[in-house]
Each structure stands twice: as C-alpha cells, then as structure tokens.
C-alpha cells in the first residue's frame, strides 16, 4: 500500500486502525481480512476521486456495497461481512474524534436467507474416515471436529499442553473465552496415533505440524480435508460442516442445549438453537459416533 504523510487520508487512517486491531491482539487472519476490505474500498474511492476521509460520505458507501454485489458479484453474506469492516473502520476513526458524522453507520446489510448447515450423514462420516484412516494427522483432526466440535481454527491453534487424557483446553483468542472441552474414547485414540508419530521437533508446540515442523496452517488443513471429501465422494459438503454435525449428533442424544453452546463455545444459547430444526425427521439417519 503507497504510503501517505496526509493526516486525513484513507490509507493513513488504515495504518492507525490495523495497529489498534494489533494492540487488542486480534488474530493475523482478522487482520488480514479486514485489511483487504478495506482496502477494497479504498481503491474503490480513489476511482471516484475520493482519497481524503472527510470527503467520504454514505452515498460512496452506498454505492461502493452494490459495486461489490453487482460489479464483483459477491454474494449477499460477503458483502455483508465486508460492510461489517468497513462499519468497524468509520467507528473507529468516530472514536478516535477523526470525523464526527459515521457514514457507514445507516448502510443497512444485504437480506440474507440463512441456510441450514449441512449435516454428514452416517454412510457419508464413514466413508470420510475410511478415506482418511491412513493419514493419522487428517484422521485426527477429522475426529476433533466431529467428535470434539472444534473450529478449523481452533484445530490449528492446538498445542500439546492443551491436551489432558479426557479433555482439551481451548485457550482463549480473538473475543472467544478459553473452555475445556471433553473427548470421548474415538477422539483419544485418534490423538494418540496421530502424536506416536509426529515429527520429535522444538520448532513448534502446535499439536498438528508439517513434516518440517511448521505449525499446520488453516488453508492446509481446509485443503486435506477437502481432499479426502472428494476420496470419499461427499458432495457438496465443508469443513464447517464437521462442527455442525457434531452439534446436531449431540442434541439427538438428548444432551441439553446449554451443555453443547458451552462444549462448543457460542457466546449465546440462541447460536445453537438454530441446529434444532436439523434434529427433526432425522430418524434413521442418526450418526453414532462414538462408536468406532
């Protein structure tokens, strides 16, 4: 990004509003995300002559959410994600008295029609794990997030301290509070076989590495796992979708709501409850996955 000595550019306000996400200790990937769209927006602005943060008002801010719906033909819920950085950005720069009036403030959010996550059935979670049984590292973390309902990044935050025989320690990150989280008898096996194996290196304590020794990163263990939905011939089916699987298994076996928001770590019981509707007419699909 060129560099800026004007006070009241775009491109300066940005430094000043990554270095805040720094200081709150914000993940890299926050970081990263955020900077990009705002970045985006930017770019955006300087093509309608708009470099300097008192020019931009909330009829650029208009336009620039329909450029990206129409133009780069993002869908609704991109959009909106990135309306939500650029919303943090304008109050931030609010707050810190850079500008008075917030012109994203009353951009509303793209309609977004929630979609039902995509639960694995028995036959599809079997395959999965025949596909990837010769990989005890995939075949880990496989496990974790079915068995666990462990987030990718999560997975990958990992380290070998946070294991203790029956239970992980999830430590706290980004706004997320730390948790303790209980595995069963399959998600212990897996580990085991997973760590009797990985490399003997002082490079990480992260609990998935690289056969160099390099902490797994999330876009790896995204790519695996796809890889072996495709082994196995899981259509249409995320890394996400693990999670979301372990979640409705857990309320089919009549665990109480709090319990699984608490194990999974929703902020609020009303993120769960969205999984209920899932839980009906499923009789006969039922995944039994403690059972190996």
């Given at each position: 990004?060129?560099?800026?000595?004007?006070?009241?550019?775009?491109?300066?306000?940005?430094?000043?509003?990554l270095?805040?996400?720094?200081?709150?200790?914000?993940?890299?990937?926050?970081?990263?995300?955020?900077?990009?769209?705002?970045?985006?927006?930017?770019?955006?602005?300087?093509?309608?002559?708009?470099?300097?943060?008192?020019?931009?008002?909330?009829?650029?801010?208009e336009?620039?959410?329909k450029?990206?719906?129409?133009?780069?033909?993002?869908?609704?819920?991109?959009?909106?994600?990135?309306?939500?950085?650029?919303?943090?950005?304008?109050?931030?720069?609010?707050?810190?008295?850079?500008i008075?009036?917030?012109?994203?403030?009353?951009?509303?959010?793209?309609?977004?029609?929630?979609?039902?996550?995509?639960?694995?059935?028995?036959?599809?979670?079997?395959?999965?794990?025949?596909?990837?049984?010769?990989?005890?590292?995939?075949?880990?973390?496989?496990?974790?997030?079915?068995?666990?309902?462990?987030?990718?990044?999560?997975?990958?935050?990992?380290?070998?301290?946070?294991?203790?025989?029956?239970?992980?320690?999830?430590?706290?990150?980004?706004?997320?509070?730390?948790?303790?989280?209980?595995?069963?008898?399959?998600?212990?096996?897996?580990?085991?076989?997973?760590?009797?194996?990985?490399?003997?290196t002082?490079?990480?304590?992260?609990?998935f590495?690289?056969?160099?020794?390099?902490?797994?990163?999330?876009?790896?263990?995204?790519n695996?796992?796809?890889?072996?939905?495709k082994?196995?011939?899981?259509?249409?089916?995320?890394?996400?979708?693990?999670?979301?699987?372990?979640?409705?298994?857990?309320?089919?076996?009549?665990?109480?709501?709090?319990v699984?928001?608490?194990?999974?770590?929703?902020?609020?019981?009303?993120?769960?409850?969205?999984?209920?509707?899932?839980?009906?007419?499923?009789?006969?699909?039922?995944?039994?996955?403690?059972?190996?």
């Amino acid at each position: 990004m060129k560099k800026n000595n004007n006070l009241n550019s775009l491109e300066k306000a940005l430094e000043r509003f990554l270095a805040r996400l720094r200081n709150e200790n914000r993940s890299n990937n926050t970081i990263i995300a955020y900077q990009n769209d705002i970045e985006q927006l930017i770019a955006f602005l300087k093509k309608n002559e708009i470099r300097d943060i008192p020019n931009v008002t909330q009829n650029y801010i208009e336009e620039f959410k329909k450029h990206l719906s129409i133009k780069q033909k993002y869908t609704n819920k991109t959009v909106s994600r990135k309306l939500n950085s650029l919303k943090s950005f304008f109050r931030f720069l609010v707050n810190s008295q850079v500008i008075k009036k917030d012109p994203a403030a009353a951009v509303p959010h793209p309609k977004i029609v929630p979609k039902l996550p995509r639960i694995l059935l028995s036959l599809e979670y079997r395959a999965l794990r025949d596909a990837c049984r010769d990989d005890n590292r995939t075949y880990a973390i496989v496990e974790l997030m079915l068995q666990a309902g462990l987030r990718i990044s999560e997975v990958a935050n990992l380290e070998l301290n946070d294991i203790q025989e029956d239970k992980l320690i999830i430590k706290p990150y980004e706004s997320h509070p730390n948790r303790v989280v209980p595995l069963n008898r399959a998600a212990q096996e897996a580990i085991k076989r997973y760590t009797n194996e990985r490399p003997d290196t002082k490079k990480s304590q992260n609990l998935f590495i690289t056969k160099n020794g390099h902490p797994l990163l999330i876009r790896n263990i995204r790519n695996s796992i796809n890889r072996y939905f495709k082994i196995a011939e899981i259509k249409n089916a995320y890394v996400n979708n693990l999670r979301d699987t372990f979640v409705v298994n857990q309320l089919e076996a009549g665990i109480p709501l709090n319990v699984i928001s608490k194990i999974i770590g929703h902020k609020r019981v009303s993120s769960t409850e969205k999984y209920l509707n899932l839980v009906k007419n499923r009789e006969g699909t039922k995944i039994k996955l403690k059972e190996l």
